[in-house]
């Protein structure tokens, strides 16, 4: 039972960060980050928005970095 819990809380713990961007593109760090952490939400703030087509492939380009069962991002 503890390794089901410990394999769940894994894949869960990243629900629990909203997490901000530095610019309207990633950076591949961040890629990596994302990937890694699997983040619950992005805070988009003023840096992060140019157009809304940039700030549209912006959140596209992050949800393609999250696996396909991810849910969705706040």
Known sequence: FGTVLTSVSK???G???????RGPVLSEQEKR???IIKPGGIILFKRNIQTADQTQ???KSVEALLP???????
């Open 11 to 13: 894949d869960l713990f």
């Open 15 to 21: 629900q629990v960060f909203m997490i901000g961007v």
């Open 33 to 35: 980050l994302i990937q």
């Open 57 to 59: 492939k912006l959140i």
């Open 68 to 74: 396909k069962n991810h849910p969705p991002l706040l």
